[in-house]
C-alpha cells in the first residue's frame, strides 16, 4: 500500500516569515494530495488539493507543489500569521487515504 | 459545520464495556471513513465503507468493529478486545467516485477508565 512521510515534525518561524512541510509517497498511481489543517481539539479541515495532471496550485497565501517523478509534494505558507498556528496533514489517495504524520506550526508573533 | 455529525463530544466508559461512536453525514456521499487519533500523532485508519453494506478494514482494526446499513450512517462500536481505546475519534466521508475530498465530523473524545 501507500507510505506517506511528512517532514519536519515541528516547524517554528517568525510572523511574517515563510513555512515549508514536504511529504513523499510511494506508490505512483496516487493521483490526489490533499493537505488540511487541524487546530487544536477541532476537526481537520482542507486548506488546498493537487490532482497529478498538475504541478502547482497556489490559493493567496498557499501554495501547494507536486513533483511526480520523484513523489514529493510540498506545502507553502508565506507571510505567515499568528492564526496560521496548527498541525498541518498532508494526504495521499490509494485504495483509501494515507496520512502524513503531521507538522505543528507555531507562528511566533 | 453540518454536513457530517458525530456524537457525543465527549464519552467516559468503564474498562471492559463496549462502546458505540455515531457517524452521520447529509453529503449523499458514498465512502466514509473511521479514524483514531492519538496525542501527537497523525490519523490512522480503522475502518472505511466504499458503498452501503460493504466495509474494510484500515491499518488498526482490531478490537473495533462498523456497520454500513444506510448511506448516511457508519456507527463504530469499541469492543473490550481494544488494548488502548482512549483517543479521539474521528469521521470523514468523501465522494469517492468524483471528489476524493474528505469531510470531517467534529470528532468523539472517548476516555475508557
Known amino acids: 500500500g501507500e507510505n506517506v512521510e511528512q517532514h519536519p515534525s515541528t516547524l517554528s518561524v517568525q510572523e511574517g516569515d515563510s513555512a515549508v512541510i514536504k511529504c513523499t509517497y510511494s506508490d505512483s498511481a496516487s493521483n490526489y494530495f490533499p493537505w488540511y489543517k487541524q487546530e487544536l481539539g477541532k476537526r481537520p479541515q482542507l486548506i488546498i488539493d493537487?490532482?497529478?495532471?498538475?504541478g502547482e496550485k497556489k490559493d493567496q497565501r498557499i501554495a501547494v507543489t507536486l513533483n511526480k517523478t520523484a513523489k514529493h509534494f510540498s506545502l507553502h505558507i508565506t507571510e505567515t500569521q499568528p492564526e496560521d498556528s496548527a498541525v498541518y496533514f498532508c494526504?495521499?489517495?490509494?485504495?483509501?487515504?494515507?496520512f502524513g504524520t503531521g507538522t505543528s506550526l507555531t507562528v511566533i508573533p | 459545520d453540518g454536513g457530517i455529525t458525530q456524537s457525543p463530544k465527549y464519552l467516559f466508559r468503564k474498562e471492559g464495556q463496549n462502546v458505540t461512536l455515531s457517524c452521520e453525514q447529509n453529503?449523499?456521499?458514498?465512502?466514509m471513513y473511521w479514524y483514531r487519533q492519538d496525542p501527537g500523532q497523525g490519523l490512522r485508519l480503522i475502518y472505511y465503507?466504499?458503498?452501503?453494506?460493504?466495509?474494510q478494514k484500515g491499518d488498526i482494526a482490531e478490537g473495533y468493529s462498523v456497520s454500513r446499513e444506510k448511506k448516511e450512517s457508519f456507527p463504530l462500536t469499541v469492543t473490550s478486545a481494544q488494548k488502548n481505546p482512549t483517543a479521539f475519534y474521528l469521521c470523514a466521508s468523501a465522494d469517492w467516485g468524483t471528489a476524493y475530498e474528505q469531510y470531517f465530523g467534529p470528532g468523539t473524545r472517548l476516555t475508557v477508565t
Open positions: 494526504a495521499a489517495n490509494g485504495n483509501q487515504f494515507y
Open positions: 493537487i490532482r497529478s495532471n498538475v
Open positions: 465503507s466504499q458503498i452501503v453494506n460493504d466495509f
Open positions: 453529503l449523499n456521499h458514498d465512502a
